[in-house]
């Protein structure tokens, strides 16, 4: 009878520090970790949809124009790069791969650029219903990165932030100990000068 009574208030006392724990802030850090890795996946899904659509388009444009083959080779090798260098949700807290990451995404939205410029120059191609599906597929596609990079970047935001305000940094240092700021998106160096329009 006794340890039925020693179990029952040591529930009641687990019970009453847990709602205050709560109420408090204790559950922040994790959740805001745990959200700011599902904008991550989504960034990872968005950028795989791209490079699932990228053979698709280099096969309707292969069709149509043989002598591209460097700009074909270009997007495929970019592609091929890009899948390559993944970044788990372990890995957030590493500016350096992040970095890396970015580059090759980057090479790859470069090469697409100069495909889809090449592309101009023939007329059955543009002209191709299928050419146009994957065209628009793609262009929806880098819309929604940059909407699911947007969404990571605020995410990263909170989660840092509570990591270093009051009462964040208190759980931080006496709980989540383990728990390191995460890596945001920032943009490259091309991003900063303005592109020239030229007719």
Same mark, same amino acid.
């Given at each position: 009878?006794? @340890?039925?009574?020693g179990?029952?208030?040591?529930?009641?006392? %687990?019970?009453? $520090?847990?709602?205050?724990?709560?109420g408090c802030?204790?559950n922040? %850090?994790?959740?805001?970790?745990?959200a700011?890795?599902?904008?991550?996946?989504?960034?990872q899904?968005?950028?795989?949809?791209?490079?699932?659509? %990228?053979p698709?388009?280099v096969? +309707?444009?292969?069709?149509?124009?043989?002598?591209?083959?460097?700009? $074909? +080779?270009a997007?495929?090798?970019?592609?091929a @790069?890009?899948?390559s260098?993944?970044i788990?949700?372990?890995?957030?807290?590493?500016?350096? @791969?992040l970095?890396?990451?970015?580059e090759?995404?980057?090479?790859?939205?470069?090469? $697409?650029?100069r495909?889809?410029?090449?592309?101009e120059n023939?007329?059955? $191609?543009?002209?191709?219903?299928?050419?146009? *599906?994957?065209?628009?597929?793609l262009?929806?596609t880098?819309?929604? %990165? *940059?909407?699911?990079?947007?969404?990571?970047i605020?995410?990263v935001?909170?989660?840092?932030?509570?990591?270093?305000?009051?009462?964040?940094?208190?759980w931080?240092s006496?709980?989540?100990?383990?728990?390191?700021?995460? *890596?945001?998106?920032?943009?490259?160096?091309?991003?900063?000068?303005?592109?020239?329009? @030229?007719?």
């Amino acid at each position: 009878m006794t @340890k039925v009574f020693g179990r029952l208030r040591f529930v009641f006392l %687990i019970m009453a $520090l847990a709602l205050p724990l709560a109420g408090c802030g204790y559950n922040t %850090i994790p959740t805001d970790e745990e959200a700011a890795k599902a904008r991550w996946a989504d960034v990872q899904n968005n950028y795989q949809r791209r490079a699932d659509l %990228i053979p698709n388009l280099v096969a +309707t444009v292969q069709g149509y124009a043989k002598q591209e083959k460097d700009v $074909l +080779t270009a997007v495929v090798e970019a592609r091929a @790069k890009a899948t390559s260098v993944q970044i788990d949700a372990s890995s957030l807290s590493d500016p350096e @791969k992040l970095k890396q990451f970015q580059e090759a995404q980057q090479q790859l939205s470069g090469a $697409l650029g100069r495909l889809l410029a090449v592309t101009e120059n023939y007329p059955d $191609l543009k002209s191709n219903a299928n050419f146009l *599906a994957l065209q628009s597929q793609l262009e929806g596609t880098e819309n929604r %990165i *940059a909407v699911a990079r947007k969404d990571y970047i605020e995410a990263v935001r909170v989660y840092n932030t509570d990591l270093q305000t009051f009462p964040g940094v208190l759980w931080a240092s006496l709980f989540f100990r383990d728990k390191k700021p995460m *890596a945001a998106f920032t943009a490259n160096d091309a991003a900063q000068t303005a592109p020239q329009v @030229k007719f």
